[in-house]
C-alpha cells in the first residue's frame, strides 16, 4: 500500500518569538512567544503597565525590539537588522498589518471618504475612482456611509474610530492590530466599536486585539492571551481561560476585574 503524505502543518501568519523589549535599564517584555493563525482573533489582556501595548508596537516595528524577531506573512524581522535590509523588512511587514490606536488620528481637514481614499491614491497607488468604490464599501461595512460627506469634528468617537477601522482596512492588511481601540470613548459609544469588531471577527479578519473589555475578550476571541510583568502568564481558548484559569496570577486578575464590577 503507498502510504499518504502527512498533510502539511499550516503555518502562522503571525509568529512572534523570545521578543524583549527595554527602555533604558527597564525591561518591559521578557521573552514573549506567540503565535496567531489566518482568521484568528485573539485577545491580549492583563493588567495596565505589563507590556500589552509596547508588544503590538513591536510587532510592526513602531518599537524596534531588543531581542528576538517578528515573522509575519514569511516576512522576517528580527533585533539585529540594521540598515538597508532592516528598512525593506520593516516595509514588507508595515504593507501587511495595519493598526487602529487609542486616538482616532483622523485628517481633520478631510472628509471622512477622503480619510479612507487618501492613502489607498497615495501609498497604494489605486486610481481614485476605485480608490471611492472601495472607500464606500468599507464605510458600509461599519455603518458609517451615510457620513462619507462629514468631517471628523462632525462625528462623535465611536464614529471617528470606525471610520479609522474602514481607513486601515483600506489598505488590505493581512492583520489588524487593535490598541484599546475603546479606552478613549465615552461608555455609550463603546458598544457600536465593539459590535463593528465582532462584525469583522466573523468575517474572518485576523485580529490583535489588546482590550480592557473582558465581555469582548470572552465573547468574540478564540484565543485569549494574559500578560503579566512582561511575559504570558496564561494562553488559551477563550472560554477555557475565564472559566478554568490554571495560572494562580490569571485568577487573581480576573478576581479584581469581578470586584472592580467589570463585565466578565
Known amino acids: 500500500m503507498t502510504q499518504q503524505p502527512a498533510a502539511e502543518a499550516v503555518l502562522p501568519l503571525l509568529r512572534i518569538s523570545g521578543l524583549r523589549k527595554t527602555f533604558g535599564t527597564t525591561e518591559i517584555l521578557k521573552g514573549i512567544d506567540l503565535e496567531v493563525h489566518a ?7 492583563g493588567p495596565s503597565g505589563t507590556g500589552k501595548s509596547t508588544l503590538l508596537r513591536c510587532v510592526n516595528w513602531l518599537e524596534k525590539p531588543t531581542a528576538g524577531e517578528v515573522t509575519l506573512d514569511g516576512v522576517r524581522l528580527h533585533a539585529d537588522l540594521i540598515g538597508k535590509e532592516e528598512q525593506q523588512a520593516v516595509r514588507a511587514v508595515r504593507s501587511r498589518v495595519g ?30 475612482r476605485e480608490a471611492e468604490e ?16 462629514r468631517y471628523p469634528s462632525q462625528l462623535s468617537g465611536g464614529q471617528q474610530q470606525r471610520v479609522a477601522i474602514a481607513r486601515t482596512l483600506a489598505m488590505e492588511p493581512r492583520l489588524v492590530l487593535f490598541d484599546e481601540v475603546t479606552s478613549a470613548l465615552d461608555p455609550e459609544l463603546v458598544g457600536e466599536v465593539l459590535d463593528t ?34 511575559l504570558i502568564a496564561e494562553q488559551g481558548p477563550a472560554q477555557d481561560v475565564f472559566d478554568n484559569p490554571v495560572r494562580d496570577r490569571t485568577k487573581a486578575f480576573f478576581d479584581h476585574v469581578r470586584r472592580s464590577s467589570w463585565t466578565v
Open 134 to 149: 472601495k472607500a464606500l464599501e468599507l464605510l458600509a461595512r461599519v455603518r458609517m456611509d451615510a457620513f462619507a460627506g
Open 39 to 45: 482568521g484568528e482573533t485573539v485577545a491580549i489582556i
Open 197 to 230: 469588531m465582532k462584525r469583522l471577527a466573523d468575517d474572518g479578519l485576523t485580529m490583535l486585539v489588546v482590550t480592557h473589555e473582558m465581555g469582548f475578550a470572552r465573547r468574540v476571541a478564540d484565543r485569549v492571551v494574559m500578560m503579566d510583568g512582561g
Open 99 to 128: 493598526m487602529v490606536f487609542q486616538q482616532y488620528n483622523l485628517w481633520p481637514h478631510f472628509t471622512v471618504l477622503r480619510n479612507v481614499t487618501e492613502g489607498q491614491v497615495r501609498v497604494l497607488g489605486a486610481d481614485p
